[in-house]
């Protein structure tokens, strides 16, 4: 049996790496914004002026400039949309629910997947601590199904449980019972589970009956 020494040291070390994974999704989001975000805009900026000299000219080389003026563009919106993803939302009482909605539109626009936020919500969050916290849980959860259960139709939906709220994240991919356990045993459910004990919510995986993985995230 666990000492209770123990299972402070466990809660405050779960709640040190939770607390690193956001600090380190800030350092990311704020470098691509800082620095390769710029640097593609220019880039954008150059080609789109070189593309008029060579239409003006009547160049050969028009269409090459206008190709890579527009990949140039492509590259702006997708590291923008990366680092919305990676920067901290503005959540403040009761914006998580906007928050999500937003979470679920990119989604649907990076890869191409139906995405849909349904909210049957009417707490308000005031601690913003815990608003980051399950909207991270439901970032990871979203992520795990576009990328790894090659997901076609993601819902998060967001409700009141009785005490608190409850945020579950279902999708129809290849699931846990097929051999494709990355949501049992990779980095990101352990991040997603120091989370939820962080806010003293209680987080559960778990596979549909029809296919696909059901994550839900319900805080005390």
Same mark, same amino acid.
């Given at each position: 049996?666990?000492?209770?020494?123990?299972?402070?040291?466990?809660?405050?070390?779960?709640?040190?790496?939770?607390?690193?994974?956001?600090?380190?999704?800030?350092?990311?989001?704020?470098? #691509?914004?800082?620095?390769?975000?710029?640097?593609?805009? $220019?880039?954008?900026?150059?080609?789109?002026?070189?593309?008029?000299? #060579?239409?003006?000219?009547?160049?050969?080389?028009?269409?090459?400039?206008? /190709?890579? $003026?527009?990949?140039?563009?492509?590259?702006?919106?997708?590291?923008? +949309?990366?680092?919305?993803?990676?920067?901290?939302?503005?959540?403040?009482?009761?914006?998580?629910?906007?928050? /999500?909605? +937003?979470?679920?539109?990119? =989604?649907?626009?990076?890869?191409?997947?139906?995405?849909?936020?349904?909210?049957?919500?009417?707490?308000?969050?005031?601690?913003?601590?815990?608003?980051?916290?399950? =909207?991270?849980?439901?970032?990871?959860?979203?992520?795990?199904?576009?990328?790894?259960?090659?997901?076609?139709?993601?819902?998060?939906?967001?409700?009141?449980?009785?005490?608190?709220?409850?945020?579950?994240?279902?999708?129809?991919?290849?699931?846990?019972? $097929?051999?494709?356990?990355?949501?049992?045993?990779?980095?990101?459910?352990?991040?997603?589970?120091?989370?939820?004990?962080?806010?003293?919510?209680?987080?559960?995986?778990?596979?549909? $009956?029809?296919?696909?993985?059901?994550?839900?995230?319900?805080?005390?």
């Amino acid at each position: 049996m666990q000492s209770p020494r123990f299972d402070a040291a466990m809660t405050e070390l779960e709640k040190q790496i939770a607390e690193a994974s956001e600090k380190e999704s800030r350092r990311i989001g704020q470098e #691509l914004h800082d620095a390769l975000c710029q640097d593609l805009a $220019s880039i954008n900026m150059l080609s789109s002026i070189l593309e008029k000299t #060579l239409k003006a000219e009547s160049s050969a080389g028009l269409r090459d400039a206008e /190709l890579i $003026s527009e990949l140039a563009s492509k590259a702006v919106a997708s590291t923008r +949309r990366l680092c919305a993803g990676l920067l901290p939302p503005e959540m403040e009482d009761g914006k998580l629910a906007s928050a /999500l909605e +937003r979470l679920a539109i990119n =989604y649907e626009r990076l890869f191409h997947k139906s995405c849909k936020f349904i909210n049957n919500s009417a707490s308000i969050i005031s601690d913003k601590s815990v608003a980051l916290h399950l =909207y991270r849980i439901a970032q990871q959860a979203t992520h795990n199904a576009c990328v790894h259960s090659m997901a076609i139709n993601i819902s998060i939906n967001l409700a009141d449980n009785g005490q608190g709220v409850k945020l579950t994240v279902e999708d129809d991919g290849t699931g846990i019972s $097929s051999g494709n356990n990355h949501q049992l045993h990779g980095m990101g459910l352990h991040i997603m589970k120091c989370r939820a004990k962080t806010i003293g919510a209680v987080l559960t995986i778990s596979g549909r $009956s029809t296919g696909g993985t059901i994550v839900e995230c319900s805080s005390l």
